[in-house]
């Protein structure tokens, strides 16, 4: 019979994994910081580590995930208000997004083409999406 081990810190954050494969290779290590933010976690099993890092808001600014000795990192940015405003993929290609002065998402840009534009009524409500294609996509409500 395999079980499987978990070892946690003091703060009772998961430290260690080990697969019911019984395994040392199979086991998962986890790191955090002081904050209690997950830094790093490293698979034995599918030998792979991402790492985490944090702006000086502590807010997630990139996920790094090395495999094979390539390193693939998401980085991201965020507005005044703190909401994600854009995203850094490991190919260079970017996600930037636009919002309302009520916080709703206004535009989305792929590489700097608008893939999306929302409109919302007095309520809130999405009335039109249209698509960097000329799609336009309306939505009505009942009273």
Not at 23 to 41: E, G, Q
Not at 84 to 101: F, I, N
Not at 102 to 128: F, P, W
Request: charged share 25%; hydrophobic share 25%; aromatic share 12%.
């Amino acid at each position: 019979m395999k079980s499987t081990l978990s070892l946690s810190d003091q703060r009772d954050y998961r430290t260690k994994a080990n697969s019911p494969s019984g395994t040392i290779s199979d086991s998962d290590t986890f790191t955090y910081d002081a904050a209690s933010r997950m830094l790093t976690a490293v698979s034995g099993r599918y030998s792979n580590t991402v790492t985490f890092t944090y702006d000086i808001a502590g807010r997630l600014a990139s996920e790094a995930l090395t495999y094979g000795g390539q390193t693939y990192t998401v980085s991201r940015e965020y507005d005044t208000e703190g909401r994600v405003k854009k995203l850094t993929y490991p190919d260079g290609s970017t996600v930037e997004r636009t919002y309302t002065a009520r916080g709703q998402l206004d535009q989305l840009k792929y590489n700097g083409n608008v893939i999306d534009t929302r409109v919302y009524d007095d309520g809130g409500r999405m009335t039109s999406s249209t698509y960097g294609n000329g799609v336009v996509n309306t939505y009505t409500y009942r009273p």
